[in-house]
T-cell receptor
Framework: KAGVTQTPRYLIKTRGQQVTLSCSPI?????VSWYQQTPGQGLQFLFE?????QRNKGNFPGRFSGRQFSNSRSEMNVSTLELGDSALYLC??????WGTGELFFGEGSRLTVL | AQTVTQSQPEMSVQEAETVTLSCTYD???????LFWYKQPPSRQMILVIR??????QNATENRFSVNFQKAAKSFSLKISDSQLGDAAMYFC????????????????FGKGTKLSVIP
């Protein structure tokens, strides 16, 4: 069974640009979550989607947005990039209802903003 | 809001020895889940062990075990017979069982403990 797949793995952008990251969950998983990981702030929750609906959103500005498609694949978008957006963005999926709460993580997308 | 604190940014252990990683959390909820995740240098996070708060028995998974002290809000991870492959960042995480509100459908992570294993 394929794991969580994130693309691209690495990308470099400049301030003011926008970026879209993609995540394909494990087959059969309908919940997809996004986390931002930085050395200073650690892992911070961005948002969670289930059946194309955002069920919760973390404390991030409106420049951070996401969506989920009918096949459970998800994208997140960051507009008007700032230097502080440089981070590892992790996507995770889980089975319906979250079960015992285990999240399965992808390898992440490393974003560098210059 | 829940918080998770890992007070040891870095730790080291000799191969084959035992090491304990500390984690404390703050919550007003009575039922919840706690987790330890491992993030090796390749970055993919994997679940090491989970604990349901309503269970008094400490969880164990092979060489990994936890000491869950609910009243003290403490959740430490013990790694026995440490191996080189155990070297990684370890994150303690909290999950609410609520299905609505600020804490729902998310994990709250500690800042992590970097574990080095010395051959």
């Amino acid at each position: 069974k394929a794991g969580v797949t994130q693309t691209p793995r690495y990308l470099i952008k400049t301030r003011g640009q926008q970026v879209t990251l993609s995540c394909s969950p494990i087959s059969g998983h309908r919940s997809v979550s996004w986390y931002q990981q930085t050395p200073g702030q650690g892992l911070q929750f961005l948002f969670e989607y289930f059946s194309e609906t955002q069920r919760n959103k973390g404390n991030f500005p409106g420049r951070f947005s996401g969506r989920q498609f009918s096949n459970s694949r998800s994208e997140m978008n960051v507009s008007t990039l700032e230097l502080g957006d440089s981070a590892l963005y992790l996507c995770a999926s889980s089975s319906p209802g979250w079960g015992t709460g285990e999240l399965f993580f992808g390898e992440g997308s490393r974003l560098t903003v210059l | 809001a829940q918080t998770v604190t890992q007070s040891q940014p870095e730790m080291s252990v000799q191969e084959a020895e035992t090491v304990t990683l500390s984690c404390t959390y703050d919550t007003s909820e009575s039922d919840y889940y706690l987790f330890w995740y491992k993030q090796p240098p390749s970055r993919q996070m994997i679940l090491v062990i989970r604990q349901e708060a309503y269970k008094q028995q400490n969880a164990t998974e092979n060489r990994f075990s936890v000491n869950f002290q609910k009243a003290a809000k403490s959740f430490s991870l013990k790694i026995s017979d440490s191996q080189l492959g155990d070297a990684a960042m370890y994150f303690c995480a909290y999950r609410s069982v609520l299905n609505s509100g600020a804490g729902s459908y998310q994990l709250t992570f500690g800042k992590g403990t970097k574990l080095s294993v010395i051959p």
